[in-house]
């Protein structure tokens, strides 16, 4: 199945826009749990605990390599598609690179990882994207809007009398997506800009980042965001599903806040 199929399945059968990040901290783990195995066993807990409530997993791959937990994050993954089967995958590795070494990125995130789509950084052009633009079956998440503070030192520069931004956002949905596989990374933080983006790609999925523990406000995104058809949004939180609870009840607590933000969104939806 390919990820742009996967995720619209996963929209309807979950009836979900949320995303969870899963971007383990090691400072921050429920008592017990230290090192690789308590890594694993985190976010093995809190997948199992959402995985009827999410349309997309996001793991940020340095939270594992820093650890050097990249095998935490390849079972991971294995995890969610054997036990979870249907739930896309996105690898956040935020790569972009000349062609020679992007095919390895590629490989790296789709092969190694078996992830479903991967974030990446447009700024080195067409053809340090064509590796993965060229799996059509697998996602290209570019960045457009990012939601940190400094996003607008580069991005919202003026490019011909529209910011950089929009331009990205143009020539991906007008050049780069003949195989019907990109995506755009559209912060919650800016959700006028998130709207200008919607406007200018039509029904291309986005995947919002910012929502909770950097204050985004998911009315203001469901307004300017979604589609026609109430949908087209994978809203991502990570720290504020993650570390709801800090005891044994960790899992608990992620799956109360995740239908917490999944019924907000929903409520926003038509
Ligand atoms: O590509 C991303 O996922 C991303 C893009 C962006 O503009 N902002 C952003 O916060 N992210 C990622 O989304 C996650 C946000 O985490 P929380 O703020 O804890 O929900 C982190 O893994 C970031 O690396």
Redesign the pocket.
Known sequence: MTFMTALKDAWRRNDSLVCV?L?PEPGRLPAGLSGNEGIFAFCRDIVDATAGQVCAY?P?IA?FAAQRAEGVLERLIAHIHDRHPGIPVIL?A?RGDIGSTAKHYASEAFDRYAADAV?LNPYLGRDSIEPFLERADKGV?L?CR???PG?KDFQALDCGGEPLYLRVAETIAREWNENGNCAL?T?ATWPEELGRVRAAVGDMPL?V??????GGDVQAVMKNGRTADGTGLMI?????ILYAGSGSDFADLAHRATEEMRKLTNSFRH
Not at 209 to 214: K, L, M, N, T
Not at 236 to 240: D, E, I, K, L
């Open positions: 990040g971007d996001k940020q939270h956040d935020k974030t998440i960045l990012t939601s940190n996003g990374v912060g995947l980042p910012g929502i909770g523990a950097q991502s939180s990570s720290r504020a």
